[in-house]
């Protein structure tokens, strides 16, 4: 179908043809207080050499992270993104391939799904992954309402070193489930687990952590998984980061129920925060599986015995459970999720592995050598992986404003989520030495 | 089609024998043809009190997915484990291996609601 807008001529003869004068008389119903009654305050319209211009003026207001060195975290990261990437799913058949409601149709699509699937379960350590969820926040939100349902119960504890945000959607999808949130403490920079014992008990739907937390530290699983074990119904929820899990121990070991997190710094640009992906992969048990929100991807055989692929269990589903579906979530990243499939691929165990190491060097460096500086802190002392937390007597907003003018994003004023004081500061495989020792002389001479 | 007597119907078909104060509850030969092969039972958790006419699990079969409702009041003791790895023993026997729940009666009265078989029979030529 052309998209080429009616004519005057053609709209007349459309009105003559239903029987209305104007194109008002349809809306008749509308009742006149509800209208608008003016034209809408949106200006001419431009000739498309005036629209270039001044979609590039805004445009010239952004950073980009070409020109500036960037320490930014707090999900997002800036890891190197292999050329193949762009190459790849430029392709139409990925970059305009929507997980089609003709599923079966699209074999390549869900061939991907299905590749997807297995790496995230992999990488996690778990056994069933689903297509990929919106992002890390309401991918962590679908991790807590299907605990609840597993349990049968409503009391959350989540940790306050879960990102702030990522906690405020959880609650926001867990209000009209009448979720009890119990938010627990931290102390030096990790979840206070005197506290999440004491509010223990057999009520509790699920224990949220994030591996590595908010402020870059790494929580004691060996001691959250003995807590759990002793209140079976409670479910441990662990939101990771997945270049992390090149490195750390999977979650599985530590008896992760749920493991699910933001999949952005799988291949993925920065861009302006999204789109992104949230993953979600959970434990080889038939109650979990019916209850994983969203769409899976399945391997099956014809009639002919070849290998095809088809989205499973889909009575789960919206479309037809309608309101008793397991979730509202009947869609996936399916083009950000090929993007996180092509890099694992890419990189393979030993690149995965690379990353997250040279991260956590180039981090623990890094620290070192602020935390030698005499007006900075930090927090984490050495227990975190490429992400940590300084606290600092200069005003952390003028640091920061400081670093930006030598083009440098010299990390995240936490004191924006109105909990903690300081800058969180994270450091990828992207950094060089130069840059990294650059950081520290400018904030010694501050 | 035959109907067992002795045994009490809802209108959404489940059947409930009762013996003393325990009873046994599936669903009837009737809705298990309607529904055509069953492939997956999610019953409720034992110790679970549920009330008349309440949800108490869901039979997906490869045409629907159904929910299933207490035809009386009362306490979960004991749910069908077997179904979990043979849903289809539902459509084999659904008065026998194909029972869904075992339910401490609460109040026997709730039987008045119920059909017998002579009143389900007509009810199902009816439908």
């Known amino acids: 179908m052309d998209y080429v807008s009616n004519t005057e001529q053609e709209r007349q003869q459309m009105l003559k043809e239903i029987g209305v004068e104007a194109i008002e008389d349809i809306f008749d119903s509308i009742p006149d207080e509800v209208r608008l009654n003016r034209e809408l305050d949106v200006s001419e319209g431009m000739s498309e050499l005036e629209l270039k211009r001044h979609i590039n003026k805004i445009a010239d207001k952004n950073i980009s992270l070409e020109n500036y060195t960037s320490f930014l975290g707090g999900g997002a990261y800036d890891h190197y993104v292999p050329s193949i990437i762009d190459h790849l799913i430029s392709r139409q058949e990925f970059y305009t391939a929507y997980t089609p409601y003709q599923a079966e149709l699209s074999q390549g699509t869900l061939q991907v799904v299905y590749e997807y699937q297995s790496m995230i379960s992999e990488l996690t350590g778990m056994d069933v992954a689903n297509a990929s969820l919106l992002d890390g926040g309401s991918a962590t939100a679908e991790a807590i309402l299907m605990a609840s349902r597993i349990s049968r119960n409503k009391k959350v504890l989540i940790s306050s070193a879960l990102h702030p945000s990522y906690r405020e959607v959880a609650k926001t999808y867990g209000k009209p489930k009448d979720l009890d949130f119990v938010e627990i403490s931290i102390e030096d920079g990790v979840t206070n687990l005197e506290e999440l014992e004491d509010n223990l008990d057999n009520d509790v739907a699920a224990i949220v952590v994030q591996y590595p937390n908010f402020y870059g530290s790494i929580e004691n699983m060996e001691k959250i998984k003995q807590l759990k074990e002793e209140y079976k119904k409670a479910l441990l929820i662990v939101v990771a980061n997945p270049i992390a899990l090149g490195l750390l121990t999977p979650p599985k070991e530590f008896g992760a129920d749920i493991v699910t997190g933001e999949g952005q710094s799988l291949g993925n640009t920065i861009n302006y925060g999204g789109p992104y992906l949230g993953y979600l992969a959970c434990i080889n048990d038939r109650k979990f599986i019916r209850q994983l929100p969203g769409r899976i991807a399945g391997a099956t055989v014809d009639a002919d015995g070849n290998r095809g692929y088809v989205l499973t269990l889909q009575t789960r589903e919206q479309h037809i459970r309608r309101e008793k579906a397991t979730s509202n979530m009947c869609t996936n990243e399916a083009l950000n999720a090929a993007i996180s499939t092509i890099y694992m691929a890419t990189m393979g165990k030993k690149g995965m592995k690379e990353v997250a190491e040279q991260s956590y060097k180039k981090a623990h460096y890094l620290a070192d050598k602020i935390d030698e500086l005499e007006d900075f802190e930090v927090v984490n002392s050495d227990n975190f992986f490429h992400e940590f937390w300084i606290t600092t007597k200069l005003a952390a907003k003028k640091v920061l404003s400081n670093l930006k003018e030598e083009k440098i994003l010299g990390g995240i004023d936490i004191s924006r989520f109105e909990e903690e004081e300081g800058i969180l500061i994270s450091v990828t495989e992207k950094r060089t030495k130069e840059e990294l020792d650059n950081l520290v002389r400018l904030l010694e001479a501050m | ?127």
């Open chain 2, 1 to 127: 089609m035959t109907i067992p007597k002795d045994l009490f119907f809802t209108e959404n078909h489940e059947w409930i024998s009762v013996d003393g104060k325990e009873a046994v509850v599936g669903i009837s030969e009737h809705a298990q043809d309607e529904l055509g092969d069953i492939v997956f039972v999610e019953l409720p958790s034992v110790e679970e009190e549920l009330d008349q006419f309440e949800e108490f699990g869901v039979i997906e079969s490869v045409k629907a997915v159904s929910d299933v409702f207490m035809p009386v009041s009362g306490i979960i003791v004991e749910v069908n484990e077997d179904l979990m790895d043979q849903p289809e023993l539902i459509n084999e026997d659904p008065y026998g291996s194909g029972w869904l729940i075992k339910v401490e009666v609460k109040d026997k009265s709730d039987l008045e609601e119920l059909m017998d078989s002579a009143e389900y029979k007509a009810f199902i030529e009816g439908e």
